[in-house]
């Protein structure tokens, strides 16, 4: 192994600096020209030509949501053209070759997975595989594993400990795979995350980050570390995770599409971000001494949603770390990264419901955070506008409605508000012009997807999405279910914005991953969506056919949502659709050791325990030895007082007559889980714990 030399980074960073003020002039000149050819085309349209006060707004909101989809369309473009010219030659990757990277020795890494009420067997699965790849490579002796757990009831953790303790068996991973649940759950992950910087970050150069359905494999986490190594001017790395293991029709949707566009997209956005990329929040690599010195998250001091704990952290933690005269990549070409999607429609608003409310706490940092650079900013904004651009849009359409209504409804009103002068203002139609700006707007939404075909002709990675017939057969299938869906989630994510500005509470919860969608769930979820499709729909109807028709791409969707969203989390469809070749992805059809080890470890655990982690830490000997070991031995008097009546109660009624709290309260405590113990032993064949034992006949004995 030969050592790491610092090769004047300094330059390096000038250099690529100014590449990036280059691309990002560009940009802005494509940006900014195209959305004001589109605006004037607009005012011409309207027919009092942004006379009124509400065709201004109209044209308001119009920038900006052109300005929005212009920035996503030239993205992929940059993405197209860069691919199309060998890759972007000033990416991390392009500075070093393969055999400089392959004679960097490594620095000992933490691999930390924080979880909250995840399904822990398949969860830790996913862990087992990331370090059976690991121990492949022989470099399992510069990586520690860390399970860093927020999860608050006890048939959750006390399972966590459970399936932890079997895989350190299992592993031989004793003194490498550790396992820790805080007490107190404060500040969301990235208080998790500081919690277990304060205590061991000091033991670790840097720390590989993953979301509970994430996978890395061991050649992308052995990499990464290497050029990190290389690049000390690096703070974070960021990897392009690829969505995987879709069974749903709607997973499976969401699987291609992000396979297939993310190259040009994630292509593009490295290229324009370079060195002041933005941070995912996992899949990626920190280097633990400055994250811990500069990306600590102060709560906010504003009002309402503005105050606080931050929520969406890990934009905020980049902005910091660049603040601090440290880069963060994106490098797309750092191929295995895999993350999950949601399963249905329905999950995944519930999961935008935790995300908008925490991307729109950055309007504050946006407007009051010290000393961030413009490119970390602008990431902010692109964060926000992700769900304020629903409201926005809901708002066009309102305003489209209301323009409507004046020009049906009222009389011609010749010298409108705002409008002065001796001369009328006479209302003009220009049909022809808004056929055109509406398909302009059009092609910068779907022209990407159809560069993204060329781009796997191109490569030769046709085959591996089905040959080009079932390609394209598969890109205009995810562009009708896109095109359902747009309307489904700007109502639901207009919703969220407004209940996160009018700071209304919300819980943080686990994620569904295996669930269908019921049609009873569907329509109480989607009927008020539907409501007002159908509502918009006939009132369009009733003011003009020509009104009416321009409504049917919204309305449409919205009054099929219940059905949509029920057949799209159908599993028996997305496996038809896979079978028939539509659908499919490279990492199905050519296999990833990290994906395979993942998917065999967690058939393996697919089968229901008999009885609940709770009652298995109560009767079963050996979970209770382990839990007795983990659990707190300091017992003051005023406790034992306190924990003496539970213990009297579970013992007699078992775990429901507890709430979670005080389920919690006592498996924290050693002695009362070995009276528990010896008590549920005790007890009469027929009571409660009596009738468990019982029911261990039916499973393997352990003891």
């Known amino acids: 192994m030969t ?52 065709e201004l707004g109209l044209l308001a909101l119009f920038i900006l949501l052109y300005m929005w989809i212009a920035v996503g369309f030239w993205t992929a473009v940059f993405g197209f053209v860069l691919r199309l010219v060998g890759g972007d030659r000033h990416s991390l990757l392009k500075r070093h070759p393969e055999s400089e990277l392959e004679n960097t020795a490594l620095a000992k ?37 860390h399970i860093i757990s927020d999860s608050r009831d006890p048939n959750v953790w006390l399972q966590e400990q459970a399936e932890w303790h079997r895989l350190c068996e299992e592993l031989g991973a004793e003194g490498r795979l550790f396992y820790r649940r805080r007490r107190v759950n404060l500040n969301f992950k990235s208080g998790n995350v500081a919690d277990f910087l304060r205590r061991w970050g000091r033991r ?27 690049e000390p001017n690096v703070g974070i790395l960021q990897t392009a995770p690829t969505i995987i293991n879709g069974e749903s029709l709607f997973a499976r949707v969401q699987q291609f599409a992000n396979r297939l566009y993310s190259s040009l997209f994630a292509t593009g956005l490295a290229a324009i971000q370079m060195g002041d990329a933005a941070f995912w929040g996992h899949n990626a690599i920190l280097r633990v001494e400055p994250f811990m010195a500069h990306c600590g998250l102060r709560k906010l001091r ?39 999607s949601p399963p249905t429609i329905s999950d995944e608003l519930s999961r935008d419901n935790r995300w908008s409310r925490g991307n729109l706490q950055h309007l504050w940092i946006l407007l009051f955070g010290r000393k961030l650079r413009l490119a970390h900013r602008m990431a902010l904004l692109n964060g926000i506008m992700a769900y304020l651009a629903s409201p926005l849009w809901l708002a066009f359409l309102i305003l489209t409605t209301v323009e409507a209504v004046q020009m049906t409804v009222a009389s011609i009103n010749y010298f409108p508000e705002g409008h002065q002068g001796l001369f009328p203002l006479w209302p003009e139609w220009r049909p022809e012009w808004a056929i055109g700006l509406a398909l302009s707007t059009l092609s910068l939404l779907f022209l990407p997807k159809f560069l993204a075909i060329f781009d796997a002709v191109i490569h030769g990675l046709v085959r591996g999405f089905g040959g080009v017939w079932r390609l394209f057969l598969s890109v205009m299938l995810e562009i009708v279910v896109s095109v359902l869906l747009a309307p489904v989630r700007m109502m639901a994510h207009s919703r969220y914005v407004l209940g996160a500005l009018l700071n209304v509470s919300l819980s943080w919860a686990g994620q569904n991953r295996t669930e269908e969608t019921t049609w009873r769930d569907a329509f109480l979820t989607q009927f008020p969506g539907m409501l007002v499709g159908a509502g918009w729909s006939a009132f369009a109807w009733s003011l003009d056919p020509m009104f009416f028709l321009w409504s049917l791409p919204v309305a449409v969707p919205l009054v099929l949502a219940a059905p949509t969203s029920v057949v799209l989390s159908r599993v028996g469809l997305g496996r038809a659709f896979r079978k028939k070749g539509l659908l499919v ?24 325990p008999v009885i609940t982690a709770v009652e298995a830490a109560v009767i079963r000997p050996r ?28 013992a007699d009624k078992g775990p429901e007559s507890l709430s979670r709290n005080e389920l919690s309260q006592v498996f924290r405590d050693r002695t009362a889980l070995a009276e528990l113990h010896q008590l549920a032993w005790r007890s009469s064949p027929d009571s409660f714990w009596g009738r468990r034992i019982s029911s261990l006949g039916k499973t393997k004995p352990e003891e």
Not at 114 to 141: C, F, M, N
Not at 303 to 330: C, K, Q
Not at 631 to 639: G, L, Y
């Open 3 to 54: 050592e790491v030399v610092d090769e004047a980074p300094r330059e390096r960073s000038g250099a690529w600096r100014r590449t990036a003020t280059v691309r990002r002039f560009f940009l802005t000149l494509f940006v900014v020209g195209q959305t004001v050819v589109a605006s004037y085309f607009l005012l011409w349209i309207l027919p009092y030509h942004g006379g009124t006060w509400v």
């Open 109 to 145: 890494t933490a691999i930390v997975m924080p979880i909250y009420h995840e399904p822990v067997q398949w969860t830790l699965s996913g862990l087992k595989a990331v370090y059976q790849d690991i121990e492949r490579t022989g470099h399992l002796d510069r990586f520690e594993f």
């Open 204 to 230: 670790y150069r840097y720390m590989v980050v993953l979301d509970a359905d994430s996978l890395l494999s061991a050649g992308t986490i052995v990499k990464m570390v290497q050029l990190m190594e290389r």
């Open 302 to 340: 504003g009002f309402g949603l503005f105050r606080g704990p931050i929520m969406s952290h890990d934009f905020v933690e980049a902005a910091y770390m660049g603040r601090a005269g440290y880069e963060v990549w994106l490098e797309p070409e750092l191929g295995n990264s895999f993350e999950e």
């Open 585 to 608: 992805i490279p990492e199905e059809l050519t296999p990833v050791a990290v994906l395979n080890d993942a998917r065999r470890a967690r058939a393996e655990s697919d089968e229901v």
């Open 623 to 650: 979970l209770n030895q382990l839990h007795l070991t983990l659990a707190r031995a300091d017992r003051q008097p005023r406790r034992a007082e306190l924990l003496a009546p539970l213990v009297r109660r579970l």
